[in-house]
């Protein structure tokens, strides 16, 4: 494991990457130059030392130079003690609709985009809870099982889109029955499930099902994205919208916050459902309801030490500066005398 303290430095990379574009700038405009004063071959001749190799490794050895300087700056950490730490927490798994009609834009930025913000807004709110998260559309498919790796959260969420699932539709059913495994503990006695969603449900089966998980001791909580006025569904091309869905009589498809269709899912599974317009009310509710949920303890594993590792990029650093310095731009006698690349014809 290893954490970076300082990545804001990364940014200095685009130093090494203008140092090349001048250095090729520069060595095309000694060439050109060149050639208005004399032939390349009589110039050859008169400064018989001068060596193009040189002068790229010369390049190279100072871009690596500064490229390890900036990876000092970062300052890598590498975790050397695994410790089990014992937490209390709820487990708590997202089910998040990636269908397209989760792209409709009448909730900014849209209803997907504001799905992932109330994710990661109540994720940063739990302490010591275990989080996974499912995505679904026509079919579910699990994107992260069970941990307290809150950053791994957050990154699975910011990958999700609406084209990761091949099928489209909405199908909370296999959404409910997909999270029912991801509860690896028995013992656990309050067992969350937070769906975010439009409430489009395309397979009518979701109250049967969310009847069966609450049997299993599962709470299930609904959030509603979206508007009950609806918006129409764009079709992008560079993020730019090109079109609206249309339906078989190429009339514009609009769809509408499902909020009935939550609302007794949620009822059913002996939870709330939640509007999720207003995004600090939708944290400070799931944080309340889960706050008064009694916590199992559980074990989990985390690096305690974390050891910094920037001397040694910067010891790599001036080693390659030093050998910049100690290289010359002109050819080395004794590689002059091997003639490796046939310089000397």
């Known amino acids: 494991m290893f954490q970076l303290e ?19 700038w520069t060595q095309l405009w000694k060439k050109r130059t060149k050639r208005k004063f004399s032939d390349l071959k009589l110039l050859k001749r008169l400064s018989p030392d001068q060596s193009l190799f040189k002068s790229v490794l010369k390049f190279i050895t100072l871009s690596l130079g500064f490229i390890c300087l900036i990876i000092a700056l970062v300052n890598p950490k590498i975790g050397t003690s ?6 209390e927490g709820v487990d708590i798994v997202f089910a998040i609709d990636v269908s397209k009609s989760m792209l409709a834009e009448d909730i900014a930025p849209s209803r997907l985009e504001k799905a992932k913000q109330l994710t990661t807004q109540i994720i940063n709110n739990l302490v010591s809870d275990r989080v996974g998260i499912i995505a679904y559309a026509a079919k579910a498919v699990p994107q992260l099982p069970i941990t307290t790796d809150y950053s791994a959260a957050k990154m699975f969420l910011q990958n999700m889109n609406t084209d990761m699932l091949s099928s489209q539709g909405t199908a909370i059913d296999e959404a409910i029955q997909l999270s029912r495994s991801y509860y690896n503990d028995e013992e656990q006695t309050n067992r969350v499930l937070v769906i975010i969603s439009d409430g ?6 979701s109250l049967d099902v969310a009847e069966a998980a609450a049997k299993e001791g599962i709470k299930i909580f609904t959030i509603g994205v979206g508007t009950e006025k609806g918006g129409p569904i764009p079709i ?3 993020g730019i919208v090109i079109s609206y869905k249309k339906d078989q009589n190429n009339a514009t498809v609009i769809t509408k916050l499902n909020k009935k269709t939550l609302s007794k899912i949620a009822s059913e599974a002996n939870g709330t459902y939640v ?31 974390f050891k910094d590792q920037f001397q040694w990029f910067l010891g790599l650093g001036l080693f390659f500066l030093i050998l910049d310095v ?5 050819k080395t006698a004794w590689l002059k005398r091997l003639n490796l690349f046939n310089e000397n014809l």
Request: negative net charge.
């Open 236 to 238: 992008k091309r560079n």
């Open 275 to 305: 509007d999720g317009k207003n995004t600090s009310d939708v944290v400070e509710t799931i944080g309340d309801i889960l706050n008064k949920m009694d916590k199992k303890e559980f074990e989990a594993k985390e690096f305690a030490e």
């Open 6 to 24: 300082d990545d804001i430095w990364f940014w200095l990379l685009f130093v090494p990457l203008g140092m090349l574009l001048l250095f090729l």
């Open 200 to 205: 489009e449900d395309h397979n009518n089966l």
């Open 326 to 330: 100690l290289f010359l731009e002109r």
């Open 82 to 87: 695994l410790q089990t730490v014992k937490r």
